[in-house]
């Protein structure tokens, strides 16, 4: 699965900095991705879903559709080569990446340095498993701007919109079938455990799509952007409403009567407690909200029992 590069500088009014579009802006195009890779003796890997973004107008699309305050801290995840870190530094007070592989993080401030000195300030880099981060250094996020490794997209956007409730704002650029569950409504074939943990915290849109030539090595799949704003969530239990989404989603092709049964304790609990949340006991998963989990997860099962 695949990681990419990054994004750049989007448009600022408030910074004179962000003005330096087409060139002189510091982003990297092919050429320099392939030096940086070769001084750094890396080979990009499936594993770490190194596939870096080389095309500055992607980059430049992706910081401008993330619509970027002046006053953000943003959150990149797996910056890799600095692609997208380059191109958010002009449009936010601060960046803060998080890079798993130990030379690239190491190589991100050297190269900031060299390509925008003006900027070099305003970035931090963590060097540690975006899956186990709790806390960042500094003023807390309040946007997350990423090109996702694809093997771990989901997982590691929703750690973060959990651990980090500042985060108002996301666009984050995944695989494009992923891009379709994310984004997915109630009753869609892509609708699913994806589509309703993601509801839970945001409003999910697509927000395009991205072409395989702009990467480097180049992906065997297609990739989208879907951008996240930051909701109240429904009244209810985050975690046992989760519960209730991934046993129901485990058997798509059960009626939630049979889906939910080891999740309840038998069918009949099961329709107990789907018939006093005023849910039909023969619909599957695919037809409920995210508000209707969560109140199939409130339901007291003694109560309705």
């Known amino acids: 699965m695949p990681r990419r590069g990054r994004p750049a500088a989007r448009a600022c009014t408030a910074d004179p900095l962000s003005t330096a579009a087409d060139a002189g802006d510091g982003l990297l195009g092919p050429a320099e991705i392939r030096r940086l890779a070769q001084q750094l003796d890396l080979r990009p890997t499936k594993q770490l879903g190194q596939n870096f973004l080389h095309d500055a107008n992607t980059i430049r699309r992706i910081v401008r559709t993330a619509e970027l305050r002046p006053d953000d801290v943003v959150c990149e995840i797996g910056p890799g080569l600095g ?9 936010a007070a601060r960046t803060v990446a998080v890079e798993v592989d130990p030379r690239l993080a190491e190589q991100l401030p050297v190269t900031v340095a ?7 300030d305003r970035l931090t880099v963590v060097t540690a498993d975006a899956m186990r981060v ?4 500094g003023p807390p996020p309040t946007a997350l701007v990423a090109n996702l490794p694809y093997n771990i997209s989901v997982p590691v956007l929703l750690h973060f919109l959990q651990t980090f409730p500042t985060i108002r704002t996301a666009l984050v650029l995944v695989q494009l079938e992923v891009a379709d569950r994310l984004a997915a409504a109630p009753g869609s074939d892509a609708y699913g455990v994806p589509s309703v943990k993601a509801a839970w915290y945001a409003d999910v849109r697509r927000a395009g799509a991205v072409g395989r030539p702009v990467f480097w090595p180049v992906p065997n799949v297609d990739s989208g952007l879907v951008r996240l704003t930051r909701r109240e969530p429904p009244p209810g239990d985050r975690a046992a409403t989760f519960a209730a989404v991934d046993a129901a989603f485990a058997t798509r092709r059960k009626g939630l009567r049979a889906a939910l049964a080891g999740w309840a304790g038998s069918p009949a609990a099961a329709e107990t407690r789907l018939r006093a949340a005023g849910i039909d006991p023969t619909w599957r998963g695919e037809r409920l909200g995210v508000a209707d989990f969560a109140r199939l997860a409130a339901t007291d099962p003694v109560a309705a029992g």
Do not use: Y
């Not at 060299?114 to 070099?120: E, G, K, N, T, Y």
């Open 134 to 137: 709790t806390e960042l250094p």
């Open 114 to 120: 060299d390509r925008v000195p003006q900027l070099a």
């Open 83 to 91: 692609s997208l870190t380059l191109g958010l530094l002009p449009a």
